[in-house]
């Protein structure tokens, strides 16, 4: 079975804290592409990163950076000195081999000022 | 720039209304997609569809039907609407590749009463 787990609904934070998004994944394909999209208030999804499963390096860029960890099957997000402008919903998702994406049921992020 | 746009970003109707859900993209994507969205439930796919008159059943096509008469229109159809299908219906597209990015409009929300 495919699955993607978001395992916090919400998260709450204070401008300039870092906070980290888990996203845990399961599949048997030997081959997958993770991604995570933003949806902010307005509802459409802002393509953030996409990574396959044979590049195991981390990625920063700017505030944000991705940690892949094939051995636990997680691709988790951080987000460094949260900003107000990074409140929204976040969903992770999971590509395998064919068109179809299964997404998480996604983390509401709160930054307050 | 992908552009995906949406007929409507709301839209009221009553029960055993047939409703039409128009999605245009301007990037020559051979794939193009329809989910709705519901609270705690992330994005779950109802069809896709690779190529004109091409469609695929998701994960939850019941009463639902598509239609794709040109490449870049993705039409999804509400034979007869009812009260659970009241939701956010977020319409993507991708190039035709295996897990690819998706690129998504800024969604519909349908009350249905």
């Known amino acids: 079975a495919q699955k993607v787990t978001q395992a916090q609904t919400e998260i709450s934070v204070v401008e300039k804290e870092d906070v980290t998004l888990d996203c845990v994944y399961e599949t048997r394909d030997t081959t997958y592409y993770l991604f995570w999209y933003k949806q902010p208030p307005s509802g459409e999804l802002v393509f953030l990163i996409r990574?396959?499963?044979?590049?195991?390096q981390n990625e920063i860029s700017g505030r944000y950076s991705w940690n892949f960890q094939k051995s636990t099957s997680s691709f988790n997000f951080t987000i460094t000195a949260s900003q107000v402008v990074d409140s929204a919903v976040y969903f992770c998702?999971?590509?395998?081999?064919?068109?179809?994406?299964?997404f998480g049921a996604g983390t509401r992020l709160f930054v307050k000022a | 720039d992908v552009k995906v746009t949406q007929s409507s970003r709301y839209l009221v109707k009553r029960t055993g209304e047939k409703v039409f859900l128009e999605c245009v993209q301007d990037?020559?994507?051979?794939?193009m997609f329809w989910y709705r969205q519901d609270p705690g439930l992330g994005l779950r796919l109802i069809y896709f569809s690779y190529d004109v008159k091409m469609k695929e059943k998701g994960d939850i096509p019941e009463g639902y039907s598509v239609s794709r008469e040109k490449k870049e229109r993705f039409s999804l159809i509400l034979e007869s609407a009812s009260t659970n299908q009241t939701s956010m219906y977020l319409c993507a597209s991708s190039r035709l590749l295996v897990a690819e990015t998706q690129y998504f409009g800024p969604g519909t929300r349908l009350l249905v009463l």
């Open positions: 998702a999971l590509g395998t081999g064919g068109f179809k994406t299964i």
């Open positions: 990574r396959n499963s044979f590049d195991e």
């Open positions: 990037m020559d994507h051979e794939n």
